[in-house]
């Protein structure tokens, strides 16, 4: 968008001008959208913060001026990133999408085939089949580690454990699914 068409469309909306809004968020909000989902990966969110942002602009809009290299897609560039930090700040360590969600985004594409899709399903049911039985706490590590997305540090904070301990543990976790794997894929055979 030209500047001149930028700041007629900016004094519109501020005389209330309903179709210079309507034009103004046909033109911004995919942008605004594409931008937030890129960085969240999660389409709840993104909504929440696209709306976020709008709402800044609208507040923001009696200030703004075209001026010198500030264009209004700069502008508002800004303030959604700023938008955009302020979420990942206050949701720093915060799962965002719970594991089923994580593992279906994961195979979307093949959702679309009913056999891949059940094969998806007979997969992830096996393995989690042979986590119930590895030991608790290698399965409490697995979980947080791979599932929860947890640090080492996190972990040994949580169990109340050294770091090389955490990571010693993870490794004799991963070594026990595999047997595990390794031995109901004998038994099936």
């Excluded at 469309?9 to 911004?28: A, Q, T």
């Excluded at 976020?52 to 959604?80: C, H, N, P, Q």
């Excluded at 059940?118 to 393995?127: A, L, P, S």
Aim: aromatic content about 12%; cysteine-free; proline content about 3%.
């Amino acid at each position: 968008m030209d500047r001149e068409k930028a700041t007629e469309i900016v004094k519109n909306i501020l005389k209330g001008d309903e179709e210079s809004f309507r034009i103004f968020y046909e033109e911004f909000f995919p942008k605004v959208y594409k931008y937030a989902y890129k960085r969240v990966k999660n389409r709840e969110v993104a909504e929440d913060l696209t709306s976020e942002t709008f709402m800044k602009i609208i507040k923001g809009l009696k200030d703004f001026e075209v001026r010198g290299d500030l264009s209004l897609d700069i502008w508002i560039y800004a303030i959604e990133r700023n938008a955009v930090r302020d979420w990942f700040r206050r949701n720093l360590g915060v799962e965002v999408l719970p594991f089923e969600e994580k593992w279906e985004q994961k195979f979307r594409p093949v959702v679309s085939d009913p056999y891949i899709t059940e094969e998806v399903i007979d997969i992830r049911n096996f393995v989690m089949d042979a986590l119930e039985e590895i030991p608790p706490q290698y399965k409490e590590i697995i979980e947080l580690r791979f599932f929860k997305n947890k640090g080492i540090s996190e972990i040994a904070a949580f169990l109340e454990k050294s770091e090389d301990n955490v990571k010693v543990t993870q490794y004799r976790a991963l070594k026990a699914l595999k047997e595990r794997l390794k031995e109901k894929l004998e038994d099936e055979e």
